[in-house]
């Protein structure tokens, strides 16, 4: 279509230039110098060129021709450069650029100067690698600062649970796995027509159960008649342990059965007993070995009213020693009362000082802005016998409802969308999930793990992983 214009632009200035035959007394006309091309910035769809002054030139023609001699670019300008766009990726094209005289000088058309170029080819980002570690806030996944990612896509569970976190910072915390494996997919983004996306960087983290309280207890021996001194732990599954089996260091873990009720009671099922032998489990603890009476349905084993606070395990044994000597049988009884049982919403509420720890976007929309120990003003106010509100968050003139566990010491603040007008409060990583925090032994609240979603013009975590700690005035 455009292969002819070369010799269309040389005949339409030689109409406008009005060249006529030569006449025996006419000056004769020589061609003007040769221009010089040199080829200036490019990428993947520009190409820029740079000639030089021609003495004499009072305008340059121009052809650019893609490889298949097609012409994509050409015309005459009184400039010494040309910038064309919308080209093709990693492609040759050939520009040829010659000069014009002026009609009344002794000066003719220059010869044509040629030069190839090529536009970039498209760059893949690195594959944006990276590791993990579990905190109490969640599965913590960290990867080198990927050059030219806009952001960054991370990927994890399976089917109708899969979830899709994006984020422009290297660093991102995963909360509410369930323990066990998760596959997860990671990928550096960008937004630049001269960059592809990354391939996938796809690895299995681990999410371990996370010990949520731990209180000193009694562990009886009805066997010895004898009290010795143990540990109840709680974890975030439901699962539980006792740490100090008959005073050794020696453990056992088990779960709640709440499946399997006796008189309202439900039953203990262990799950680090050894050798099964139905309907017994073996294990040892110090210097005895036990075997542990665990048929369901006979209430041979339960858990009352069991919680951080306070509660009683039982479960029916034969004792032996460690030569298996018969000891005796009977009930080991556990019980435990850390005396905080009777907390209620009136004691929580009341003014505070919240120091709060984080990094911040909202000062700089192109940098994190480390906050240490920033102090603001909170109130707590009772909204009813399990729910409070909390005021001035953060600073922010603004409410919130969280809703209190008393057996569990922890308060869970709502999902807060449109907050002040563009952000949604929530669980750092998880903007459909509520903010947890712990009522502390001494009355203080710690928050951890929040952060403010702005999703407005692509912007993803205002703060991130914060942690406020509210002691009372």
């Keep these: 279509m455009k292969k002819r ?29 040769s221009t010089s091309i040199t080829e200036g910035t490019k990428t993947v769809s520009t190409l820029s060129f740079n000639w030089t002054p021609v003495n004499g030139a009072t305008q340059y023609a121009y052809e650019l021709s893609d490889p298949n001699g097609t ?26 650029v010659w000069s014009y005289a002026a009609v009344t000088g002794d000066k003719t058309t220059s010869p044509i100067t040629t ?83 990354s391939i996938t960087f796809e690895f299995t983290v681990t999410r371990s159960k996370i010990e949520v309280w731990r209180t000193d207890g009694d562990y009886y021996s009805e066997a010895l008649d004898k009290t010795f001194k143990c540990q109840i732990v709680g974890y975030d599954d439901g699962s539980f342990r006792i740490d100090g089996i008959y005073g050794s260091t020696d453990v056992l873990d088990f779960y709640v059965d709440t499946e399997s009720v006796i008189e309202g009671v439900p039953e203990v099922v262990f799950t680090n007993a050894y050798s099964a032998q139905a309907p017994y489990y073996n294990f ?23 919680n951080s606070n306070k509660g009683e395990l039982w479960f029916y044994i034969y004792l032996y020693d460690k030569d298996n000597n018969y000891l005796g049988g ?61 005021y001035n968050f953060y600073g922010m003139e603004d409410t919130f409802t969280a809703r209190v566990d008393f057996d569990l010491r922890k308060i869970t603040i709502d999902v807060k969308d449109n907050w002040l007008g563009y952000y949604t409060f929530c669980q750092y990583g998880a903007p459909d999930t509520p903010v947890v925090g712990t009522i502390e032994n001494d009355g203080s609240i710690t928050i951890s793990n929040w952060t403010i979603y702005y999703a407005l013009y692509g912007y993803t975590y205002v703060y991130t992983g914060a942690t406020s700690v509210l002691t009372k005035k």
Excluded at 12 to 33: N, Q, W
Excluded at 80 to 95: C, F
Excluded at 284 to 299: C, K, P, S
């Design 330 to 390: 009977g009930y080991d009884d556990v019980t435990w009362d850390t005396g905080a049982a009777g907390l209620t919403v009136d004691d929580i509420v009341g003014d505070y000082t919240e120091v709060t720890n984080c990094l911040d976007m909202t000062y700089d929309w192109a940098t994190w802005t480390k906050v240490i120990d920033k102090e603001s003003d909170v109130k707590i106010e009772k909204v009813d016998d399990s729910t409070i509100s909390i």
């Design 115 to 197: 030069l190839q170029a090529t536009t970039n080819d498209v760059v893949q980002l690195d594959k944006p690698q990276a590791t993990w570690e579990q905190t109490s806030a969640g599965i913590v996944l960290t990867w080198p600062a990927v050059e030219h990612a806009d952001y960054y896509e991370i990927t994890y569970g399976e089917g109708e649970g899969q979830t899709t976190l994006t984020t422009t910072a290297n660093s991102i915390t995963i909360s509410g796995l369930s323990v066990g494996d998760h596959s997860v997919i990671i990928q550096a983004i960008t937004e630049d027509e001269n960059y592809s996306n």
């Design 284 to 306: 040892h603890a110090g210097d005895y070995n036990i075997r542990l009476y665990y048929q369901r349905g006979t209430g041979y084993t339960g858990w009352e009213n069991g």
């Design 71 to 96: 012409v994509v670019l050409g015309g005459t300008t009184s400039t010494t450069s040309i910038l064309a766009t919308g080209l093709k990726v990693n492609t040759t094209y050939t520009l040829n």
């Design 5 to 33: 214009l070369y010799g269309i632009l040389l005949m339409a200035v030689a109409l406008t230039m009005g060249i006529t035959s030569c006449s025996d007394d006419e000056i004769v006309k020589s061609p003007l110098d």
